[in-house]
């Protein structure tokens, strides 16, 4: 991957605040909107969700995951040629209390300050996903699979 590529898959990653959430619900795929925030490194990602969304019940069943983040659209003639990456990943509860819970709170809320009422509501929880694999277009005939060593790699640029 060019160093170009990198830097605007870090530029993402960094800045894009909503993906898009796959799961398997009744063996079939459901995608939802979510609010994510990336660990400094990329070796994870972090959603906020309620334990009463679909979603989520899904995450309980299945830990097998997917974010899809997409530069956004700026009308060009042809959008399939915005960057976006598929993050295939485990998901994983993370209990408040733990070692390790606050700091990712903090982050989370650095990102999404309005979001510190839902924190208290004790149906919301964060949730960690773990890549296992990735696949990045960077553009037309730009196309890259990652592996979790590649993304926290692309994370220093």
Not at 78 to 99: C, N, Q, Y
Not at 115 to 137: C, M, N, Q, V
Request: glycine fraction near 6%; hydrophobic fraction near 40%; charge should be neutral.
């Amino acid at each position: 991957m060019d160093v170009n590529s990198e830097k605007l898959l870090a530029c993402m990653l960094r800045e894009i605040r909503l993906a898009a959430l796959g799961t398997f619900h009744d063996n079939a795929p459901l995608v939802s909107l979510v609010t994510f925030v990336p660990a400094d490194d990329f070796s994870a990602f972090y959603i906020h969700v309620s334990r009463l969304a679909q979603h989520t019940v899904d995450m309980q069943k299945d830990k097998r995951v997917n974010l899809m983040i997409s530069e956004k659209d700026d009308d060009r003639p042809d959008p399939l040629t915005l960057a976006r990456v598929s993050i295939r990943g485990a998901a994983e509860f993370l209990t408040p209390g733990e070692p390790g819970y606050t700091p990712v709170k903090t982050l989370y809320l650095a990102r999404f300050p309005e979001s510190e009422p839902l924190f208290k509501l004790g149906d919301f929880g964060l949730w960690k996903i773990t890549p296992r694999g990735a696949r990045y277009i960077a553009g037309f005939a730009k196309a890259y699979n990652l592996t979790p060593e590649t993304l926290i790699k692309v994370s220093n640029r």
